[in-house]
């Protein structure tokens, strides 16, 4: 079963760090983009970055409001992408969702569950 | 703001066809996928390159394709498919993704 699971989400303080983590599980998971989708309270779907393939140099793309502040990675030997955010602000409270990418029209055809992480004092 | 537009809400009785649109100015060189979100779900992947259905999704949903407008249509509402609906393509360069705001389906 093609399956993405979120994890390390958590209460957190402003200016604080978290690392999330998405493993994967039946497709070939070196073959993919992986993307981090969040939904904050009340809000709409925001894009928050981008994991490209070895073939792609695992080049990495941030949307403009986490830029310089979040880091995604990848372990191709642990079938995992990862999410590391530093100086979290309260407008960064939202469920987190890793995302595969489908490359033929760059979709995301493949979400995990979410993984909730909440900044406040 | 978003680089992709959607009206903020859409309200049908069941039975009736929903008609959500998107534009964009990069809509006509990059492909729109369309996702269904409910509360507390992640989101579902509904249409991709345009206009396909991914195996799984009803045939009542469908996507076309006009110049700086993407539209999905929805023939036939039912009562499930009360939910936010969010279009999204890529900007000319493919590197940054583009999500329209999301549009509110009601099913009155």
């Known amino acids: 079963e093609v399956q993405l699971v979120e994890s390390g989400g958590g209460l957190v303080q402003p200016g604080g760090s978290l690392r999330l983590s998405c493993g994967a599980s039946?497709?070939?998971?070196?073959?993919?983009?992986m993307d981090w989708v969040r939904q904050g309270p009340g809000k709409g779907l925001e894009w928050v970055g981008r994991?490209?393939?070895?073939?792609?140099?695992?080049?990495?793309e941030y949307a403009a409001s986490v830029k310089g502040r979040f880091e995604i990675s990848r372990d191709e030997s642990e079938n995992s992408a990862y999410l590391q955010m530093e100086s979290l602000q309260t407008e960064d409270t939202a469920v987190y969702y890793c995302?595969?990418?489908?490359?033929?029209?760059?979709?995301?055809?493949?979400w995990g569950q979410g993984t909730t992480v909440t900044v406040s004092s | 703001s978003f680089e992709l537009t959607q009206p903020a809400s859409v309200s049908v009785s069941p039975g009736q066809t929903a008609n959500i649109t998107c534009s964009g100015d990069t809509l006509p060189k990059q492909y729109a996928n369309w996702y269904q979100k409910k509360s507390g779900q992640a989101p579902l992947l509904l249409i991709h390159k345009d206009s396909q259905r991914p195996s799984g999704i009803p045939e009542r949903f469908s996507g076309t394709s006009s110049g700086t407008v993407v539209m999905l249509t929805i023939s036939g509402v039912q009562v499930e498919d009360e939910a936010d609906y969010y279009c999204q393509s890529t900007d000319r360069d493919n590197r940054n993704v583009l999500l329209g705001g999301g549009t509110k389906l009601s099913v009155l």
């Open positions: 995302a595969r990418v489908d490359l033929s029209g760059y979709g995301w055809d493949v």
């Open positions: 039946g497709f070939m998971f070196g073959h993919h983009y």
């Open positions: 994991s490209r393939t070895k073939a792609h140099y695992y080049a990495t």
